[in-house]
């Protein structure tokens, strides 16, 4: 049992009780992924694509250090007002007892939000782009926690690949050295988060019950407590080609002199945000919509198949 103080919406509790569809969701949309408003806003819509599927979506975050699974309007309010007020802590999967103990608020990673997903049952989980592996990580050995979430913990998690501030390539070869299967949703190339396309080839899968079914077998048979990664390409008409985001990307990473960690990729966003004139504000909007839509069909499969 655990002794982390997660709190459950009525919703999120009653559809585990009745073994309704979840999907998860989390709050570093809010907190540091997009400028607010517009972050409530572009919630509010994520939310109403699962609602709308006839999945609960559970938005997870830190809330006076209380773990909420299924933000309600009321802490959303709250979580906005220390925002406002005092900033946010990004919170990772080691950060959450720290955060917990110093009553602390803030916007969960992926990493973060898979753990007080599983922990809460749920088994599914849409995001934008993982963590990965960063450029010059011979240098700075800079590895995404995201990767070890995906080693530890069973859940699916459903993106538009890694982040394209990464080494994509060397990410991939972390997955693969860690045993964690990654699946392309009806696509044989791993997407570059704001593009389709990234050169590198992984498995392609078509249908949804092959995915619920191999993570259901590796969860009774292998012994392995892995994750999975879907990639899920962003829409055709909302991507933004390759050799313009790397564009993009090189005149972004100009202006990072001196900044690293976790500090550095909601600088990298913002700063591609302001060159690109919103261009990859749309387009991350687009992945969200699109990568909630196929979480919320995994969702039901998951339960159908439960």
Known sequence: MSILPIVLS???????????????LESTVISHGLPYPMSIEVLSQLEGVAREQGVVPATICLLEGKCIIGMQESDIERFVGKMQKEGLSKIALRDIPMAVSQKKSGGTTVSATMLLAHKAGIEVFATGGIGGVHRDWQDSKDISMDIKALEDIPVIVICAGAKAILDISATLETLESRAIPVYGWQT???PSFYSRESGLKIERVDELDSIVRSFRLSKAETGLTRGMLLANPIPKESEIPLERVQLLIDDALGKAKGISGKELTPFLLDALAKISEGESVRANIALLRNNVFLGSQLAKKLSQMS
């Open 188 to 190: 044989d190339e791993f």
């Open 10 to 24: 009525e919703e999120v509790e009653s559809a585990l009780k009745d073994n309704r569809p979840i999907l998860a």
